[in-house]
């Protein structure tokens, strides 16, 4: 078993607020807006409400048809439990918050696979003749969490293994001599 980090709280924290804005804006989307009847709610020229259910995986990929249904729940709960482990081992608050939106957003989806069978997705961007993927408040948290992890990781300090030269520093070969 493993010890939660100092950042584990706040990164759980982060994670239900996340996750239960998703859920609650889908709700209100499905239930207040009731847009499965509507279709489509334009908002602003760029920007309309449209109603898809996603049973696919990232940006409607056809993947359900594999896996199907409870394949997609499994992988999705089995990356859960390990963006969860990962949490909890987080000693830095900008890798936790980073973790804890992509853990939110995937919770968050993976609830309505449950609830509806499908992701309630509805955020439609538009402009020019071009036309964004239909998302959710769960996928852009995913989106904006895994960006924050890649920029978590290319930060000086951060770099990967251990014994790896800081930026600067001169590495040297096992010979001894310098590259």
Do not use: C
Not at 21 to 28: E, L, N, T
Not at 31 to 59: C, D, K
């Amino acid at each position: 078993m493993i010890k939660p980090g100092p950042q584990f709280r706040f990164g759980l924290l982060i994670g239900a607020i996340l996750m239960v804005a998703d859920q609650i804006s889908k709700y209100w989307v499905l239930h207040g807006l009731q847009l499965p009847a509507r279709g489509s709610v334009e908002l602003l020229p760029f920007l309309n409400f449209t109603m898809v259910w996603n049973y696919g995986i990232s940006m409607g990929l056809p993947i359900g048809q594999t896996l199907g249904k409870w394949g997609i729940i499994v992988l999705t709960i089995a990356i859960s439990l390990w963006l969860a482990r990962w949490l909890a081992q987080s000693t830095r608050r900008f890798e936790a918050l980073s973790i804890a939106m992509i853990l939110g957003g995937a919770v968050g989806n993976v609830i309505d696979r449950f609830v509806h069978g499908a992701v309630v997705d509805f955020v439609h961007l538009h402009a020019a003749g071009y036309s964004f993927y239909v998302f959710n408040l769960a996928d852009s948290a995913i989106t904006v969490g895994v960006a924050l992890l890649i920029i978590d990781g290319l930060r000086a300090g951060n770099k990967g293994p251990k014994n790896a030269p800081k930026v600067g520093e001169r590495a040297t070969d096992p010979e001894g001599e310098s590259s």
